[in-house]
């Protein structure tokens, strides 16, 4: 290998290595900010349901229910639920 092809490999490497760092920065932001990423930081299982799923509606209007009674339930919890409900699935909640 001459001196021009590792010069090559090292910026190669230099541009993967910042990468990398770059998307651990990111994995490490939504571990810390988001609902999913704090329960797999706590080691506690979830569920994930796709929009696209079929009982979708039913598991969200569960959700919504319990979170009401709870009082967690936001006005945009309620904005993005009837909105969710008329784009995805053309219900009006």
Known sequence: MDKKELESVKRVWRETRKKREEDLIHCQILLETTRAG????KEKPFVVVAI????FPQVYRMIRSHEKRK?????NCEKCFQAWMAQWFDIVA
Not at 52 to 55: A, G, L
């Open 71 to 75: 009082g967690t339930w936001t006005e």
């Open 38 to 41: 704090k329960l797999l930081l």
């Open 52 to 55: 696209d799923e079929p009982y």
